[in-house]
C-alpha cells in the first residue's frame, strides 16, 4: 500500500512551503473512519483513497484536492458528515468531497436514471470547481485499476461508464495520460478479445519497433542539430484503444495499421515549432490532409501541437507532433498546468474560468431535457467528438464538434436562428444544410421565419444543442397531433357506447379520469391514448362507470362470464422471454438483430407500436436514433438455459481443414451453428462469419478464447 510519506514528498516537489500538517491530518481522519473496512480485493479500504491522494499529487495539484482525495469516501461510507469535515478541514476541502459524494436520498426508478442523475450532478458541482471533477477522475482511475476484483457484469457496466463519459471528460480537461489509461482498461473489459489481439500484435511489432524507433530518433536530432535547433526528440508506440479505434473509424485488420509509431519533437521556443516542421517536410514526404495545426487554433481542452503524418525511412508511415516545453506540459496535465490555487478559497483566475465555459454551457443545453437517459445521450455527443473551428460572416470563432453541419452552426449561433434556418453559404457558395464544416470555413445562415426544424435534420446534425432544440420542436407538434388523435378516436368510440366526449370533457369529468390514470393533467392522459399506451375502449369504460355508477358498459354486458379458474389452475404470469420489464407483465418481447443481446450484458427496452418491446444492448449505436420517451427499464430476469443469437468473425490462414478445427471446437463447446459464411482472400487470409447459438457471454468468450488459441487464427472477435 502506498505510504503517506510518498503523497506528501510528492506534493512538497513541486508546492513552495507546502501545508503539509494538513494532509496528515487527513490521513489520520480517513484511517480512523475506515478502520476495519476492506475492498474486494482484501485489501484495507485505506489503501484506496491513499491511490486516489497520490494519483492527484502526481497530476501536482494543490494540498486542498489532495486532502479531498483522502477524504473522498468517509461521507459516503462512514459516520463522517460533511459539516464535521468542514469544521476540521474548511469549507474548500468541504465542497470539493461533498461534490464527489456519490450518495443520494432520491428514490428512482431505476439505475439508469439514478447514474444520469449522479453525472448531472456531478457536471454541476464541477462547473462551480474543476477539482470535483480531478477528484472522481482519480477515484475512477484507481477502481478501473482494480476491476479485476468485480464480476463480469459490474465489470462491463463500470467499464462502459468509464468509456462514455470519464474518458471524454479526462480529454476534455487535457489530461492527456488519464485518457489513455481509463480507454486501455475500458478495452480490457468491454472488448476482451480484441484487446487480446491487439496486445500481441504490439508485442510482436514491439521489438522491430524500438529498433526503427532509434533509427528514425537518430535521424531527426542530426537533423536538428544540423540547424541549429534544440530539442528533445521521443518515439512510443500508439496506445491499445487508439489501435482499436483507427481499425473501426478505418475497418482495417491489425495487419493493416501501418502508424502504430508517434514522434514527438520538443522544442525551446514557437518560431522553433515551425521551424523543425519545415526541415520534417524537407526530409520526409508528408501525407496529403494529415496535418494540424492547434499552436494556431488550439483545442477545447487547450492542447497545442502541430501535428503531421509522413513517410518515414522503409516507406513506414510515421505521426509526427512538434510543440514547445510549455505546449508539452499542458499536453501532459492539461487543467492542472493551468488551473492555479494560489490563495485559500480562491478557484482560478477569471482566464482560467473561460475556458471551462463549456461545463456551463452543457448544463444550459440540457436544462430542459426531463430524461435523464436523453441527457446522458446528448452528454456523449457532446463529450465524443473532436473539434473544428468556423467563423461567422464577423469573423468570430465558433467551435464544433468533428462532421458538425450548417444547422449545429445555427444552433450555436442562437436557437431561434436554428429553428427558422432555411439554407446556408460556407465561404459564399451555397450548400446543402447536410453539408460537413472544415476547419477555417466560413459560415453564413439564411433564415425565413416561416422555416421550422424537419426531423430530417436528426439525421446528420452533431451537436447536443442542435439534437435538442430539434426534437423538442417535433416532441411538441408529435404532442399536439396525439392529444388531437386521441380526440377523435374517443368521439368515435364514444357514439358506439352512447357517451358524449366533448360534453363530457366540458364537465370536468376528464379531470377524474386523468386522476384514475394516474396523470398529471387531461393532455397527458389524451397524449398517452394518441401514441397508444391507452386504449379509448379502457378510458371510456372508466368514464362509463363515471357517468352511470353500477351499470357494466354495453359491450362488457354482452360478453358471458367465463367460470372462474380455481387457485390451483390460476394460470402464472409467463415470463417475457428471460426479461424483466419495470412495472408490466406478460408482455410481448423481441431481440433486436443489429445488436443480438446476450444474457450478462447491460440491456434497454424500446416500446414500438404494436410489436410489444423490443430488447437492444444499452451500447447499441441504433438507440440515439430512438425516441427516448419510449425506452424502458429491463433487466434479464434469472439466466435461462436457452440459445441466443450471437454474430462472430474469425480470421486464419487459408488451409485444408481452417473450417472443420473451428467448427468441431465449437461443438464441443456446445455452441450450434445457425448460419454462416466463408471466403478467402487473396492475401491468403480465410474469413469465416457465423451466427452462433450461445446461452451468455461467458459462453461465447470463453469459445472465442479457445478458436484464437488454434495456431492459424489470427482473429476471433464478437461482431456488432
Known amino acids: 500500500m502506498i505510504r503517506i510519506n510518498e503523497i506528501t514528498d510528492k506534493v512538497a516537489s513541486y508546492i513552495e512551503k507546502p501545508d503539509l500538517e494538513i494532509i496528515q491530518k487527513a490521513y489520520i481522519f480517513a484511517a480512523e473512519a475506515h478502520a476495519g473496512q476492506t475492498r474486494l480485493s482484501g485489501e484495507p479500504y485505506l489503501s ?31 459516520k463522517a458528515t460533511i459539516d464535521e469535515i468542514e469544521e476540521l478541514f474548511g469549507e474548500e476541502v468541504a465542497d470539493i468531497v461533498d461534490g464527489v459524494t456519490k450518495i443520494s436520498k432520491i428514490q428512482f426508478e431505476s439505475k439508469a436514471v439514478a447514474q444520469a442523475e449522479n453525472i448531472r450532478k456531478m457536471i454541476l458541482a464541477m462547473a462551480e470547481d474543476i477539482r470535483v471533477l480531478m477528484v472522481k477522475l482519480a477515484d475512477r482511475l484507481h477502481n478501473m485499476r482494480t476491476l479485476d476484483f468485480q464480476n463480469s457484469v459490474k465489470q462491463r457496466l463500470i467499464s462502459q461508464e468509464t468509456l462514455e463519459i470519464y474518458a471524454p471528460l479526462a480529454n476534455r480537461l487535457g489530461l492527456h495520460r488519464t485518457k489513455i489509461e481509463l480507454e486501455d482498461l475500458c478495452l480490457k473489459y468491454l472488448k476482451p478479445d480484441v484487446y487480446e489481439q491487439i496486445d500481441q500484435g504490439v ?81 520526409w514526404k508528408p501525407v496529403a490532409g494529415r496535418f494540424k495545426d492547434y499552436i494556431s487554433i488550439p483545442k477545447a481542452n487547450m492542447y497545442q501541437s502541430l501535428h503531421s503524418t509522413v513517410i518515414g525511412p522503409d516507406g513506414e508511415r510515421i505521426e509526427i507532433q512538434i510543440r514547445t516545453e510549455e505546449m508539452n506540459r499542458v499536453a501532459e496535465y492539461g487543467v492542472a498546468a493551468h488551473w492555479q490555487y494560489k490563495e485559500k478559497g480562491k478557484k482560478g483566475s477569471s482566464r482560467d474560468a473561460e475556458r471551462f465555459t463549456w461545463l456551463r454551457q452543457i448544463l444550459d443545453w440540457q436544462r430542459d431535457l426531463k430524461d435523464p437517459r436523453e441527457f446522458m445521450s446528448s452528454l456523449r455527443i457532446d463529450l465524443f ?261 450471437a454474430k462472430i468473425r474469425i ?38 462469419e457465423f451466427t452462433v447459438e450461445v446461452t451468455n457471454l461467458t459462453q461465447l468468450y470463453g469459445v472465442l478464447d479457445k478458436i484464437r488459441n488454434i495456431q492459424a487464427v489470427t482473429e476471433a472477435i464478437r461482431v456488432s
Open 203 to 283: 508485442a510482436a511489432h514491439h521489438t522491430a519497433g524500438n529498433d526503427y524507433i532509434d533509427k528514425v530518433i537518430g535521424i531527426l536530432n542530426g537533423l536538428l542539430e544540423e540547424n541549429g535547433i534544440r530539442a528533445r526528440v521521443r518515439g512510443r508506440i500508439k496506445h491499445r484503444y487508439s489501435i482499436y479505434a483507427k481499425m473501426q473509424q478505418q475497418h482495417l485488420g491489425l495487419d493493416q495499421v501501418f502508424d502504430l509509431i508517434a514522434f514527438r519533437i520538443i522544442v525551446t521556443s514557437l518560431k522553433d515549432c515551425y521551424a523543425a516542421l519545415g526541415l520534417v517536410h524537407s526530409r
Open 385 to 645: 467528438q473532436d473539434e473544428v473551428y468556423v467563423f461567422t460572416p464577423r469573423g468570430d470563432i465558433k467551435e464544433l464538434p468533428e462532421g458538425a453541419t450548417p444547422v449545429d452552426f445555427a444552433y450555436a449561433v442562437h436557437s431561434k436562428v436554428g429553428d427558422h434556418c432555411a439554407g446556408a453559404k460556407v465561404n459564399g457558395r451555397l450548400v446543402p444544410l447536410g453539408t460537413p464544416l472544415k476547419n477555417g470555413d466560413r459560415v453564413e445562415i439564411i433564415t425565413d421565419a416561416h422555416r421550422n426544424p424537419s426531423r430530417d435534420w436528426l439525421k446528420f446534425v452533431k451537436t447536443a444543442r442542435a439534437r435538442t432544440r430539434i426534437k423538442q420542436y417535433i416532441r411538441t407538434e408529435e404532442r399536439a397531433r396525439s392529444i388531437s388523435l386521441a380526440k377523435e378516436m374517443l368521439e368515435k368510440e364514444g357514439r358506439k357506447v352512447g357517451i358524449n366526449v366533448a360534453k363530457a370533457m366540458k364537465d370536468g369529468l376528464f379531470l377524474r379520469l386523468a386522476e384514475e390514470f394516474a396523470c398529471p393533467s387531461v393532455d397527458e392522459m389524451l397524449s398517452q391514448v394518441g401514441y397508444a399506451r391507452l386504449t379509448p375502449r379502457k378510458v371510456l369504460h372508466k368514464l362509463y362507470v363515471i357517468l352511470h355508477p353500477g351499470e357494466r358498459p354495453p359491450d362488457e354486458r354482452e360478453r358471458k362470464p367465463e367460470p372462474a379458474a380455481s387457485s390451483a389452475e390460476a394460470p402464472k404470469p409467463k415470463k417475457s422471454e428471460g426479461i424483466r420489464i419495470s412495472g408490466v407483465d406478460d408482455v410481448l418481447v423481441r431481440f433486436a438483430s443489429c445488436c443480438n443481446p446476450l444474457p450478462g450484458e447491460p440491456i434497454v427496452g424500446y416500446v414500438s407500436r404494436g410489436r410489444g418491446v423490443t430488447i437492444h444492448a444499452a451500447d447499441c449505436t441504433n438507440l440515439k436514433e430512438l425516441e427516448p420517451e419510449r425506452l424502458v427499464s429491463v433487466a434479464w430476469d434469472g439466466q435461462e438455459d436457452k440459445p441466443y443469437p
Open 651 to 688: 480470421v486464419s490462414r487459408n488451409f485444408k481443414g481452417a473450417l472443420s478445427q473451428v467448427t468441431a471446437l465449437m461443438a464441443s463447446d456446445d455452441v450450434n451453428i445457425d448460419s454462416g459464411t466463408f471466403h478467402s482472400n487473396v492475401d491468403g487470409k480465410a474469413v469465416m
Open 48 to 78: 484506496h483513497p491513499m491511490s486516489v491522494a497520490k494519483v492527484l499529487a502526481d497530476m501536482q495539484l494543490d494540498e486542498a484536492t489532495v486532502v479531498a482525495g483522502l477524504l473522498h469516501d468517509t461521507v459516503e461510507d462512514t
